[in-house]
C-alpha cells in the first residue's frame, strides 16, 4: 500500500514542481528577468542572500533569488547547499575593515571625527514616497570633485582616554567554526559571532529592538558604521606567501554601550560589534546589539533577556534551520498523528468508563 | 628548469591586478602574448572562508565562506604560475596564472607588464578613485548656528 | 614548493570512480580493484596517488613516513591536507612498514575519529596469502600480498580485537587496491608462488 502511495506522490510531485516553473516564470508577454539585472538591480536583496546563506557570490545569489521567487530565506538555503558541494581551498586572512575602501561612514557620537561623515548611498534621509517615476529614473550619482581622505576608525580618540574597552588582544588563532563542528555551549565569542553574521535579519532586528526597550539592560551609540570594499588575503601553501585575491563588499558596526563598571572593570563605555556581507546595516546593527547583550556573563551583568542568553540566541537564529524545523511540519505525520488519534480515543473511552 | 622566480613583492602587486580583471579583459590584452602551457591543478571552483576580528582588531572569527576559482599552471620553459581569484571564473584563472608564470620570465616581464599588468593597474585605480570621490561627494559639511547667522 | 606533476586528469569523475572503488574494496575485504590511471610522483604507485587525491583535502590531517616526505609537496599541492604527527593523523601515507598501533583507533563512543593507514606494498594478487573472513564475506577470500611487514598478522589480530575501534587499511601497489577494514580477521594461509 505504502509502495503505492509513494508511485502516485512522485507523479503529483512532478506536476507540480512543473507548475511551480510555469508559475515562477510568470507571463510569458512580460520579459523574463536575468541574474544580471537582480545583481545590479536588487543589490539588498542580494546582499542578504550572501549574509544568510554565508556565501559571497553575487552571480549564485542572484540565480537562488530568481529561483525561489524572491523568497529569500529559501534563496539562502540555496546557497548554503551549493556551498557544501565545493571543497574549501584555504582561509583568509582576517579582513583589515580600517583600510577598506569605504563608501560610507558615520559615527553617531563624533561630529568631527577624522575625514568626517560620509554618507554614502544611504536610504536615511529619504523621504519614503512612493517613487512613481522610478522606473525611468536616470541614475547618475553627484560627481563633485571632492578630494578623498582618509577614514580613519573613530575609537582612537576615547581608547586613548580609556573611557572605552579596548578589543582583545590581537590574536590569528583559528576561531572556531560551525560549519565544521555543532555549535556547543557555552560558545566562545568567535562562534556567537560567525553564527549572528549570518543569522536571520529579523531575528537579530528584534533581539536587537529588544535590548533597546529594556530587555536586556542596553543603552547603546552608533559608535561607527561602516561600509566598503575590503580585499581578500590568502596563503597558499604553494606560494608561501600572502597574496590579494579580489575584494568583498562588507558592512561593520561599532555600537557603544554605557557601562557603569564592575568590581574588577571601571566605569566606561563597552562595545558590541557586527560584520556581515554585502551593504546591510539593519543586520549589522543588530548584530552588534546581540554581540554585546551575549557578553552581560563576562561582563557580570545579570542575564535576565532573551538576548543576554547565548544558548537562546545561538539555537534560533539560523533562519534556514528554523525554516526546515517549522515548515516540515507539512510532511506527512500520518503514523505519529494516527498514534496520538488513538491514545486520545482511548484517553475518552476510558473517561466516559469512569463517569458511568 | 628555472630556479628563481620574481620578487615576492612584484608578484604580489600583479597577482592582486589579475585577480580584479575579467577574463575577457585578460584575454584581450594579453592576446599573442600567452605562452604555451599545460595545467597542473584546476582551473577549479572552491572556497576561501573569509575571516573578521571581533570588535576590529581582536582575535579572529569565521565570517563566512566566498567562492573562488583558482588554477596552476606550467609554461613549456619550466616557470609555474598560481592564480587564486575571487568568483567562479575559470578561464580568468586559466588565464592569470599563465600570465603569472610568464611574468616570472625575465624575457617576457617587462613587455608584458606594459601590455596587460599596467593598463589593468590604471583601469582598477581609476575606478577606486571614482568610488572614492563620490563618497567623497557625500560628506556633510557642518555648519554650526553662529555660521549660519554670520 | 616544487610542482611537478598533475593531480586527476578529471577530478570530479576520477575522485568519483576511485572514491567508488574504494568503497567496495572495504565492503568486500581482500578483493583486488583497479582505480584511474594517472601520472604520480616517482615514489607514489599510481593507485596510493588516486587514493590520496580522493580521500585526502584541508580537514584531514595526514602522517608521512620517511620516505613519503619525498612526496609532501605534491601532496600539500593537490590536496591541501596538513601535514601531522602519527598521534593526530586521519590519514597515513606508509611506503615503508609501520606499526598500526602508533595511529588514533578511535573510541567507543566515536570509532570514527580512527586514521585510515594507506599502506604502498610491492604487488597485489601475487605474494603472501593471507585468508579473510568477517563482514563483507560469505566464505573466507583469499589476499596475496608481496610486502606486508613482518608480524603484519599478529599486529592485525590485536587491531582486530579493538572493535569498535581500530584502525582501516587501504592496501595500494601499481594501480591496484585492496582494502582491509577493521572488522576484518586475517590468517596467513601459505607462502605463495612469488
Known amino acids: 500500500m505504502a509502495y503505492v502511495a509513494v508511485k502516485g506522490g512522485e507523479r503529483a510531485i512532478d506536476a507540480a514542481h512543473a507548475w511551480l516553473a510555469a508559475e515562477r516564470r510568470g507571463d510569458p508577454a512580460v520579459p523574463a528577468l536575468t541574474t544580471a539585472q537582480i545583481a545590479e538591480q536588487l543589490g539588498r536583496a542580494v546582499d542578504r542572500v550572501m549574509a544568510e546563506g554565508s556565501l559571497y557570490d553575487r552571480e ?63 536610504y536615511d534621509y529619504t523621504h519614503r514616497l512612493l517613487d512613481f517615476a522610478l522606473p525611468d529614473a536616470p541614475a547618475a550619482p553627484a560627481e563633485v570633485d571632492a578630494e578623498p581622505q582618509p577614514l580613519a576608525p573613530a575609537f582612537g580618540i576615547l581608547g586613548q582616554e580609556g573611557l572605552v574597552e579596548p578589543d582583545e588582544a590581537k590574536s590569528d588563532d583559528a576561531p572556531g567554526d560551525l560549519t565544521r563542528d555543532p555549535l556547543a555551549f557555552p560558545a566562545a565569542r568567535d562562534v556567537r559571532l560567525q553564527a ?46 600572502a597574496i590579494d585575491i579580489g575584494d568583498v563588499v562588507l558592512t561593520e558596526c561599532q555600537m557603544v554601550n554605557q557601562f557603569t563598571g564592575s568590581r574588577t572593570a571601571p566605569p566606561q563605555f563597552t562595545r558590541g560589534y557586527g560584520l556581515c556581507f554585502g551593504h546591510s546595516e539593519r543586520r549589522v546593527m543588530g548584530m552588534a546589539l546581540v554581540d554585546r547583550a551575549m557578553r552581560g556573563a563576562e561582563l557580570g551583568e545579570p542575564a535576565e533577556a532573551p538576548a543576554q542568553d547565548v544558548e537562546f540566541v545561538l ?41 458511568k | 628548469m628555472p630556479v628563481t622566480s620574481a620578487n615576492p613583492l612584484d608578484r604580489r602587486r600583479w597577482m592582486a591586478v589579475l585577480a580584479r580583471a575579467t577574463a575577457s579583459e585578460l584575454a584581450t590584452s594579453a592576446e599573442g602574448r600567452l605562452p604555451v602551457f599545460t595545467r597542473l591543478r584546476g582551473p577549479e571552483i572552491g572556497l576561501v572562508m573569509l575571516r573578521g576580528r571581533a570588535g576590529g582588531t581582536g582575535p579572529a572569527f569565521n565570517l563566512g565562506e566566498a567562492t573562488v576559482a583558482r588554477c596552476t599552471v606550467r609554461t613549456a620553459e619550466g616557470w609555474v604560475g598560481h592564480a587564486y581569484c575571487l568568483g567562479r571564473d575559470l578561464r580568468q584563472a586559466e588565464l592569470a596564472a599563465a600570465l603569472d608564470a610568464a611574468l616570472q620570465d625575465p624575457a617576457r616581464q617587462s613587455e608584458l607588464d606594459v601590455a596587460v599588468v599596467q593598463p589593468l593597474a590604471l583601469a582598477q585605480a581609476a575606478r577606486r578613485d571614482t568610488l572614492a570621490r563620490r563618497a567623497a561627494a557625500t560628506k556633510v559639511q557642518f555648519f554650526t548656528l553662529a555660521t549660519m547667522r554670520s | 614548493m616544487s610542482i611537478t606533476h598533475p593531480g586527476f586528469p578529471d577530478p570530479v569523475q576520477d575522485s568519483q570512480a576511485c572514491f567508488r572503488a574504494v568503497l567496495d574494496a572495504m565492503a568486500r575485504p581482500g578483493q583486488v580493484h583497479t582505480v584511474t590511471a594517472l601520472d604520480p610522483p616517482p615514489m607514489l604507485d599510481a593507485a596510493t596517488a588516486a587514493v590520496l587525491l580522493t580521500l585526502a583535502d584541508a580537514d584531514t590531517p595526514i602522517w608521512l613516513d620517511q620516505a613519503a616526505m619525498a612526496a609532501r609537496d605534491w601532496i600539500t599541492f593537490h590536496c591541501g591536507a596538513p601535514i601531522a604527527a602519527a598521534t593526530a593523523a586521519t590519514l597515513a601515507l606508509a611506503l615503508e612498514p609501520v606499526r598500526l598501533d602508533a595511529f588514533p583507533a578511535g573510541t567507543d563512543d566515536a570509532p570514527e575519529l580512527s586514521a585510515t593507514i594507506i599502506l604502498q606494498v610491492a604487488a597485489l594478487g601475487r605474494g603472501a596469502a593471507f585468508e579473510l573472513s568477517g563482514p563483507g564475506l560469505a566464505a573466507p577470500a583469499i589476499l596475496e600480498v608481496d610486502g606486508l611487514p613482518a608480524g603484519f598478522v599478529a599486529e592485525w589480530a590485536a587491531n582486530h580485537a579493538l572493535f569498535p575501534r581500530g584502525v582501516d587499511v587501504i592496501l595500494c601497489a601499481g594501480d591496484r587496491i585492496a582494502a582491509l577494514p577493521r572488522t576484518v580477521q586475517i590468517r596467513q594461509a601459505w607462502f605463495g608462488k612469488a
Not at chain 1, 545569489?61 to 557544501?84: H, M
Not at chain 1, 529594556?214 to 606560494?239: D, K, M
Open chain 1, 315 to 355: 539555537s534560533h537564529c539560523d533562519n534556514v534551520e528554523a525554516t526546515g524545523f517549522v515548515e516540515h511540519l507539512k510532511l506527512p505525520h500520518y503514523v505519529d498523528f494516527q498514534s496520538e488519534l488513538e491514545t486520545v480515543r482511548r484517553m475518552r473511552a476510558d473517561a466516559e468508563g469512569t463517569s
Open chain 1, 196 to 241: 549572528l553574521a549570518r543569522g536571520d535579519e529579523g531575528f537579530l532586528l528584534a533581539l536587537g529592538y529588544l535590548t533597546q526597550r529594556g530587555y536586556g539592560n542596553n543603552h547603546p551609540f552608533v559608535g561607527e558604521l561602516r561600509v566598503g570594499e575590503a580585499s581578500v588575503e590568502i596563503e597558499p601553501p604553494e606560494l608561501g606567501f
Open chain 1, 60 to 122: 549564485l545569489a542572484a540565480l537562488a533569488i530568481q529561483q525561489a521567487q524572491g523568497d529569500l530565506i529559501e534563496a539562502a538555503f540555496l546557497l548554503r547547499a551549493y556551498r557544501t558541494t565545493l571543497p574549501r581551498f584555504a582561509y583568509g586572512r582576517p579582513v583589515d575593515t580600517a583600510a577598506m575602501l569605504a563608501i560610507r561612514r558615520v559615527s553617531a557620537i563624533f561630529k568631527d571625527l577624522p575625514g568626517g561623515q560620509v554618507l554614502g548611498p544611504t
